[in-house]
Antibody, heavy 116, light 108 residues
Framework: EVQLVESGGGLVQPGGSLRLSCAAS????????MTWVRQAPGKGPEWVAN????????YYVASVKGRFTISRDNAKNTLYLQMSSLRDDDTAVYYC?????????WGQGTLVTVSS | DIQVTQSPSTLSASVGDTVIIICRAS??????LAWYQQKPGKAPNLLIY???SLASGVPSRFSGSGSGTEFTLTISGLQPDDFATYYC??????????FGPGTKVEIK
């Protein structure tokens, strides 16, 4: 069974940084594109970024380009999202998901709150 | 960027009804469209991909159709477990994998 467990969320001030992690199990992580999706309170999901199996390609939504970096460690079966220059509108539950274009399944999510 | 809209935003229905949700893209996404179901406090769950392909384990009462810019999700014989919010997502091109705003299916 695929399991994805996100961690690293919390309260951070505007302009601050945070690194999210996603521990994967139950499938061959190194063979799978991976994706981060976020969902602001009361809103629909927003695709954030994805990364190829070996980390050689990655793509970002325009609003996070230059501020967020997606990466992976295939030896540790772990996906990361380094977030910097955080803004109020980055407040959301952040989910990691298996797959690059149709993310599924998703983890349970980790809440990131950007507030002073 | 490709924009995605859904209608209606809220739908009231009874158990046993057939419901149809519409998703429209601002430009053609060919058949690169998925549908997800989300229940409160849970992550979205994939129902349909490539416009009409049923995801593994999804009941056959769910079906998808369409191509280009207009798509539908049909639930035939609504069950109590189906009251939830539904999202479409286009994945026609990288960096614009946009989700729709959602359709909440409520009990009438």
């Amino acid at each position: 069974e695929v399991q994805l467990v996100e961690s690293g969320g919390g309260l951070v001030q505007p302009g601050g940084s945070l690194r999210l992690s996603c521990a994967a199990s139950g499938f061959t992580f190194s063979n799978s594109w991976m994706t981060w999706v976020r969902q602001a309170p009361g809103k629909g999901p927003e695709w954030v970024a994805n990364i190829k199996t070996d980390g050689s390609e990655n793509y970002y939504v325009a609003s996070v380009k230059g501020r967020f970096t997606i990466s992976r460690d295939n030896a540790k079966n772990t996906l990361y999202l380094q977030m910097s220059s955080l803004r109020d509108d980055d407040t959301a539950v952040y989910y990691c998901a298996k797959g690059g274009d149709v993310p599924a399944p998703w983890g349970q999510g980790t809440l990131v709150t950007v507030s002073s | 960027d490709i924009q995605v809209t859904q209608s209606p935003s809220t739908l009231s229905a009874s158990v046993g009804d057939t419901v149809i949700i519409i998703c429209r893209a601002s430009e053609s996404v060919r058949s690169w469209l998925a549908w997800y179901q989300q229940k409160p406090g849970k992550a979205p769950n994939l129902l349909i991909y490539k416009a009409s392909s049923l995801a593994s384990g999804v009941p056959s009462r769910f079906s998808g159709s369409g191509s280009g810019t207009e798509f539908t999700l049909t639930i035939s014989g609504l069950q109590p477990d189906d009251f939830a919010t539904y999202y479409c997502q286009q994945y026609n091109s990288y960096s614009t994998f946009t989700f729709g705003p959602g359709t909440k299916v409520e009990i009438k």
